[in-house]
T-cell receptor, first 111, second 114 residues
Framework: AQSVTQLGSHVSVSEGALVLLRCNYS??????LFWYVQYPNQGLQLLLK??????LVKGINGFEAEFKKSETSFHLTKPSAHMSDAAEYFC?????????FGKGTSLLVTP | DGGITQSPKYLFRKEGQNVTLSCEQN?????MYWYRQDPGQGLRLIYY???????QKGDIAEGYSVSREKKESFPLTVTSAQKNPTAFYLC?????????????FGQGTRLTVV
């Protein structure tokens, strides 16, 4: 079965610091991986996706992620955190008929 | 603007009642999905539909029912058989590629049992 594991349910960073949110996957087929962001009481918005090709993927709002097959990882990074980045982040991958989501990581940005 | 509309945004249900959550999309997507979100549990798939007049159970379908009579619409009914219905419900749609493309989400409906 295809699944993702997000390491750390809560991550706290200072404004201007590096953001690193971790995602590891398990898949018996070539994975298609996604990162979504969710603000309180709202739906999910796509940040970026990896399908095939370049393993370093750039997304919106300065986020990027690198697909590492050898490590089965797809970690999300941003060089400098902004207060507006505080939100819930979800990693997801294809299950063959829908997206399977991780449990999410709540990002707190402190001044 | 193209997108997915969920209504209502907030819904209150009494014990023993059935309630229906609306989901409409104008993205011309074949596939539609319902997810349930609980704190700390991520999103769990309730039902999905690849095409009109066809739908499949997801991981947590018990106590829920759906219909897909039109391409644009995928309503979810939370029945009295669902023992713990209080949650945030998200509808999504995508082109049908077996999950290889991104899903687009509505703004969600928060259901509370009173």
């Amino acid at each position: 079965a295809q699944s993702v594991t997000q390491l750390g349910s809560h991550v706290s960073v200072s404004e201007g610091a590096l953001v690193l949110l971790r995602c590891n996957y398990s898949s018996s087929v070539p994975p298609y991986l996604f990162w979504y962001v969710q603000y309180p009481n709202q739906g999910l918005q796509l940040l970026l996706k990896y399908t095939t090709g370049a393993t370093l993927v750039k997304g919106i709002n300065g986020f990027e992620a690198e697909f590492k097959k050898s490590e089965t990882s797809f970690h999300l990074t941003k060089p400098s955190a902004h207060m507006s980045d505080a939100a819930e982040y979800f990693c997801a991958l294809n299950s063959g008929y829908a997206l399977n989501f991780g449990k999410g990581t709540s990002l707190l940005v402190t001044p | 603007d193209g997108g997915i509309t969920q209504s209502p945004k907030y819904l209150f249900r009494k014990e023993g009642q059935n309630v229906t959550l609306s989901c409409e999309q104008n993205l011309n997507h074949d596939a539609m999905y319902w997810y349930r979100q609980d704190p700390g549990q991520g999103l769990r798939l309730i039902y999905y539909s690849q095409i009109v007049n066809d739908f499949q159970k997801g991981d947590i379908a018990e106590g829920y029912s759906v219909s897909r009579e039109k391409k644009e619409s995928f309503p979810l009914t939370v029945t009295s058989a669902q023992k713990n219905p209080t949650a945030f419900y998200l509808c999504a749609s995508s082109t049908w590629t077996g999950g290889r493309t991104e899903a687009f989400f509505g703004q969600g409906t928060r259901l509370t049992v009173v």
